[in-house]
């Protein structure tokens, strides 16, 4: 069969081959094109058409021309104009940021990620994805630093850290790929790469959240698992608000709050209270420990701990700072409770600030159900929280720069103005990050325009409760700057 037979017959091959000159641009159909590509490639392997079982040379069937079912073996050169393939989440291949999200500080972002923390734990230690100990995952300092386990994850030689870059730990911890987790990374930190701005026509690679499932930590999950197995056993909420109901905000933990502005009586009707020293953290020990079994109390973040003729429960500050309680709310109810420790400012305690209950930190912000307002303030910190609360703005307050859940995001659906106060004069730039993760986030969720729309942050020279002790919050309220000239970034002096 000649070489015009075999165009003929194929004619697909026409197409794909036809010479076009100068300029004149190619005219011929692609998906043609290529699924005629497949079929030669078959021809060229084996000698068969797909689908006809039948040998180049071999006779055809009986009533069949020649020219259709029999196809010769060309020794033509086909090239075909490569294009962009589509990958099969309906996205296309993009170059990922992975040096710019590597590149990042590994302390804020063991936050970011959410690695598990010993309370007694060194500053730079975090619980290790890879082989499960509890505080022997360094991060480094530095940029790009990256992390360094120093547990079983080298115990076959002796003394030898294993390395490991952020997205290697990110994705270990949140059980994802790489690429899926290089992508989440720079979602939350506000990196900008060709995936964010994708060509025309085509569908982005950062799809639209919608309300997320909770996930609680395993250790958490399991405490609330055997108390529900219980019969007539308290789930935290009933401890807490037990606690809430016997504790006074004593003249101490006024004392505190005054001295930052707010108004003591306005934080106890909240439901703030405070514990003076050792002897109040005792009685609140042997009360708990009277009152509620084993496992209602590793539930509500208060084990035991001991030999089992001196049992003790575990106490925030191991029961001898004075602390104020803090207490958190959704839709009204009592959800988790928080300490403080109201020292006067020291070096000494500049680490030792706040306090989480043992597995069972509150799952969602302090004052959560300003969220759904339509002006939301985001603050690092209850007590500016609770400073924007009482000059009557809808403030929630974040645990600390770093600390945002996914189910959070969706509650921020119907906000028309997003305030964020983070810090902008950290050395170590935790409130920017913790602004640029808060961002992404939102962009992940809602899209760049919808983010440009309503999101706004604060660049002050303080705090929002600094500003309060000042006398200057108040009238930077009055004044609304997140609603002028539509700036991502309101200075105010």
């Not at 007694?120 to 990256?146: I, N, Q, T, V």
């Not at 958190?328 to 500049?350: E, T, W």
């Not at 969602?364 to 985001?378: G, K, Q």
């Amino acid at each position: 069969m000649s070489t015009d037979g075999a165009a003929t017959s194929i004619p697909w091959l026409v197409a794909a081959t036809k010479p076009h000159c100068g300029s004149e641009p190619a005219s011929y159909d692609i998906a043609a094109a290529e699924t005629g590509h497949a079929e030669l490639q078959q021809i060229l392997r084996t000698g068969r058409r797909r689908g006809t079982g039948r040998v180049d040379g071999a006779a055809p069937r009986s009533g069949v021309p020649s020219g259709e079912e029999i196809r010769p073996r060309p020794h033509v050169a086909v090239t075909l104009r490569a294009r962009q393939q589509p990958i099969p989440n309906g996205g296309f291949r993009v170059s990922l940021p992975w040096r710019a999200v590597n590149g990042k500080d590994a302390q804020a972002i063991a936050q970011l990620i959410g690695l598990a923390k010993r309370e007694k734990s060194e500053r730079r230690k975090w619980g290790c994805p890879f082989c499960g100990s509890s505080d022997a995952l360094h991060a480094y300092p530095g940029e790009g630093a990256g992390f360094g386990c120093w547990a079983a994850c080298g115990a076959d030689q002796p003394r030898l850290c294993r390395g490991y870059s952020i997205i290697d730990v990110a994705a270990e911890h949140w059980g994802m790929g790489a690429a899926d987790t290089c992508r989440r990374l720079a979602g939350q930190l506000g990196i900008v790469y060709d995936d964010a701005h994708p060509p025309r026509n085509r569908p982005a690679l950062i799809a639209p959240v919608t309300r997320p499932r909770l996930v609680l930590p395993s250790k958490q999950e399991a405490n609330l698992a055997a108390v529900r197995q219980i019969p007539g056993a308290r789930l935290p909420p009933a401890l807490y608000a037990d606690l809430v109901a016997r504790l006074q905000l004593t003249f101490r933990g006024a004392r505190y709050l005054t001295g930052r502005g707010l108004d003591a009586i306005a934080a106890r009707s909240y439901g703030f209270r405070s514990i003076d020293g050792p002897s109040e953290w005792k009685a609140v020990g042997r009360y708990l420990q009277r009152t509620y079994i084993r496992e209602e109390l590793a539930a509500a973040g208060f084990p035991l701990d001991g030999e089992p003729a001196e049992e003790r429960v575990t106490l925030p500050f191991n029961g001898r700072l004075p602390a104020l309680l803090i207490p958190f709310f959704r839709r009204g109810k009592l959800i988790g409770i928080r300490f403080r420790n109201i020292l006067p400012d020291n070096p000494q305690y500049k680490h030792n600030r706040y306090r989480n209950l043992v597995a069972a930190k509150p799952l969602w912000p302090f004052n959560a159900d300003s969220l759904r307002a339509l002006t939301v303030h985001i603050t690092e910190g209850e007590i500016d929280g609770e400073t924007l609360r009482q000059l009557g703005e809808t403030a929630a307050g974040m645990y600390s720069a770093g600390v945002w859940l996914d189910h959070w995001t969706a509650e921020l659906a119907g906000a028309a103005e997003i305030v964020d106060w983070h810090d902008c004069r950290d050395e170590k730039h935790a409130g920017d990050l913790g602004a640029a993760a808060l961002r992404g986030r939102l962009v992940g969720a809602f899209g760049e325009a919808w983010v440009a729309q309503r999101w706004r942050r604060m660049i002050t020279d303080a705090d929002p409760n600094a500003l309060h002790q000042q006398g200057r919050l108040a009238a930077i309220l009055r004044e609304t700057p997140w609603r002028r000239g539509g700036l991502a970034d309101v200075h105010v002096a």
